[in-house]
């Protein structure tokens, strides 16, 4: 599979709790995205990485959030001390190089916050 | 800032009917692309048709084509031959060669037997 995966496709934890999701974009895509989508809307940007650097990040991304994408390759997503409000999907994409505008997603981290 | 409103929040088509979906954007950028991507329900989003700022040429693959009118920032879709397997949610999304894409609200599709 050359696709974008996301891992763990569900995620359930306790408010307060800290988690980390990851994504594995497809392997010549050098730019990284991440989105939060929350039911019956449509994705909102978080933050976007050109190989290991981050180059934008969204408002939405509290200080509890963190990403990283250590050697360009694989990205971490981190949320910690988690609240009711955090509860959503979280997206990534990847892209190739900056000719390439299409971003191709992975299926989705589900989160639930209790 | 970059905006992308799709102002009908539910669609139905019989099969085998044609529907389209409106969207409009509002952009300052003179480079960029549009998008509309499909999301079945539980399912990853996928890209269904793009379209480049520059071209004045409609987009088309397939049974989905846009009406792109760029002086009216509007960019519809329109789905020939609906079937049941287009039945989903569609984003419009707006981009540019160099960083994130905005989505819209999205516009969820029933098809009707």
């Known amino acids: 599979d050359t696709g974008v995966s996301q891992n763990p496709r569900h995620k359930i934890t306790k408010r307060g709790q800290n988690v980390t999701f990851r994504c594995d974009p497809i392997?010549?895509?050098?730019?990284l995205y991440w989105y939060r989508q929350t039911l019956g809307q449509g994705p909102e940007f978080l933050t976007y990485?050109?190989?290991?650097?981050?180059?934008?990040k969204s408002r939405l991304l509290s200080d509890r959030f963190s990403a990283e994408r250590p050697k360009g390759s694989f990205s971490t997503l981190e949320i910690q001390r988690t609240e009711q409000g955090d509860s959503a999907m979280y997206l990534c994409?990847?892209?190739?190089?900056?000719?390439?505008?299409?971003?191709?997603f992975g299926p989705g981290t589900r989160l639930t916050v209790l | 800032a970059q905006t992308v409103t799709q102002s009908q929040p539910e669609m139905s088509v019989q099969e085998a009917e044609t529907v389209t979906l409106s969207c409009t954007y509002d952009?300052?950028?003179?480079?960029?692309?549009l998008f509309w991507y499909k999301q079945p329900p539980s399912r990853q989003m996928i890209l269904v048709i793009r379209?480049?700022?520059?071209?004045?040429q409609n987009a088309t693959e397939n049974r989905f084509s846009v009406n792109f009118q760029k002086a009216a920032k509007s960019f519809s879709l329109k789905i020939s031959d609906s079937q049941l397997g287009d039945a989903a949610m569609y984003f419009c999304a707006q981009g540019t060669s160099y960083d994130k894409v905005i989505f819209g609200p999205g516009t969820s599709l029933s098809v009707i037997p």
């Open positions: 994409a990847s892209r190739g190089d900056r000719y390439t505008d299409t971003q191709y």
């Open positions: 990485f050109q190989n290991e650097a981050q180059l934008e």
């Open positions: 952009t300052s950028e003179s480079d960029y692309y």
């Open positions: 379209q480049e700022a520059y071209k004045q």
């Open positions: 392997s010549e895509h050098n730019r």
